[in-house]
């Protein structure tokens, strides 16, 4: 399966010139990043104590209502109200993004205070849902996070939720080899507890120590 392509992530001053959009990478996509349809942000000022991206617009937390590892209804805007939250799409089988991502959330979230780590949500949603059971999303976020949120249902709603925070994701495509492609956009949104929005971006390929930095912040809900 062709690997993804990876965006460099931006820093410095380089960053501070940026007025034009970030293409986000696609998991599992064959080249290329979705073209038009992918999604765009803006990088503010370095006026943020955060190493992510600080996000011009402060999106509303999606009203998607999915399925969880335990097998029941979830409510991401119910269940995780007031709470710092990251949210990512991807899937179990994907080979690169999905794992390395959750792996440095993983990692990060390891080294935050017993207090800190219990007032953040890392929320994966799958894209994959006809393969990503509640029982395979469990096993798979086990090896990351064992308080990880796993979701999975209805494709078209994951659709909708993601394009609200201008995600791009495609309908996952079976392979000759039986191997699944999945194609979305491949960073993590950060929605701080003060008001359910996301504040701060991390694009694909985030250093774990980023994540270090930022969730004891998150978690504190440090404006952006």
């Excluded at 937390?61 to 990512?88: H, M, V, W």
Aim: hydrophobic residues 35%; aromatic residues 6%.
């Amino acid at each position: 399966m062709p690997r993804t392509t990876r965006t460099t992530r931006l820093a410095g001053a380089a960053a501070l010139a940026l007025a034009a959009a970030l293409t986000l990478s696609a998991c599992g996509s064959s080249g290329g990043s979705g073209g038009d349809s992918a999604a765009k942000v803006t990088r503010q000022k370095e006026d943020t104590p955060y190493q992510g991206t600080k996000l011009a617009k402060n999106f509303e937390k999606p009203d998607l209502q999915l399925t969880d590892t335990s097998g029941q209804p979830y409510d991401l805007r119910q269940q995780t109200n007031g709470k710092a939250t990251l949210l990512f799409f991807g899937y179990t089988s994907c080979p690169d993004v999905c794992p390395t991502t959750m792996g440095d959330i993983g990692v990060a979230m390891k080294a935050m205070s017993d207090e800190d780590r219990k007032k953040v949500n890392v929320v994966f949603v799958s894209t994959d849902p006809q393969r990503d059971t509640p029982k395979v999303l469990r096993t798979w976020l086990d090896s990351m996070g064992t308080d990880f949120i796993g979701l999975t249902g209805d494709l078209e709603k994951v659709k909708t939720a993601a394009k609200s925070l201008g995600i791009m994701i495609e309908d996952p495509v079976v392979n000759a080899d039986g191997t699944v492609t999945s194609t979305h956009g491949a960073q993590v949104l950060a929605f701080l507890p003060s008001d359910d929005k996301a504040h701060v971006l991390y694009m694909s390929g985030t250093e774990e120590k980023t994540y270090e930095h930022d969730l004891p912040l998150l978690a504190k809900g440090v404006a952006a």
